[in-house]
């Protein structure tokens, strides 16, 4: 089972960073639906390249920790900080797709736009996935 929550979390992860940085550096292709909407249309999220960047980074970030911490790469930290890691960003992930936030989330309160659709079918259950997912791992470690 821990192979493929590994495989899972690695997949969810590589795609999301890879949209992402795509973003940052001009991409366009679902670029129209990365980012919450109002109501009315208009952006509730300033759109930047400096934001997509730091959001792939930080997704690949993710999953360096994920595949040092099931052994599949070696990084220069001890295991138990890896593990506090994947607490933390575990953490996030789940808050993030359990968020009650007015545009994002599966309790968002705004669900009439495009954004809004494709985070409840893709985004909010995807960081739902990584996060528990990355919990299981956790909880699950006998190293």
């Given at each position: 089972?821990?192979?493929?929550?590994v495989?899972?979390?690695?997949?969810?992860?590589?795609?999301g960073?890879?949209?992402?940085?795509?973003?940052?550096?001009?991409?366009r292709?679902?670029?129209?639906?990365?980012?919450?909407?109002?109501?009315?249309?208009?952006?509730?999220?300033k759109?930047?390249?400096?934001?997509?960047?730091?959001?792939?980074?930080?997704l690949?970030?993710?999953?360096?920790?994920?595949?040092?911490?099931?052994?599949?790469?070696?990084?220069?930290?001890?295991?138990?900080?890896?593990?506090?890691a994947?607490i933390?960003?575990?953490?996030i992930?789940?808050l993030?797709?359990?968020?009650w936030?007015?545009?994002?989330?599966?309790?968002?309160?705004?669900?009439?736009?495009?954004?809004?659709?494709?985070?409840?079918?893709?985004?909010?259950?995807?960081c739902?996935?990584l996060?528990?997912?990355?919990f299981?791992?956790?909880?699950?470690?006998?190293?």
């Open positions: 089972m821990e192979t493929a929550v495989t899972a979390c690695s997949a969810v992860l590589l795609l960073a890879g949209f992402h940085v795509y973003w940052a550096f001009g991409g292709i679902g670029a129209g639906v990365s980012l919450p909407r109002r109501e009315d249309g208009s952006p509730a999220v759109e930047t390249a400096v934001g997509a960047l730091a959001v792939g980074l930080a690949g970030l993710v999953l360096l920790l994920l595949l040092g911490f099931a052994g599949l790469i070696r990084l220069p930290l001890p295991h138990w900080l890896l593990k506090m994947l933390l960003w575990a953490t992930f789940t993030r797709a359990l968020s936030s007015r545009y994002f989330g599966l309790f968002k309160r705004v669900r009439n736009t495009r954004f809004a659709r494709y985070d409840s079918l893709l985004y909010s259950p995807s739902l996935l996060g528990l997912g990355l299981l791992l956790v909880l699950t470690d006998t190293a």
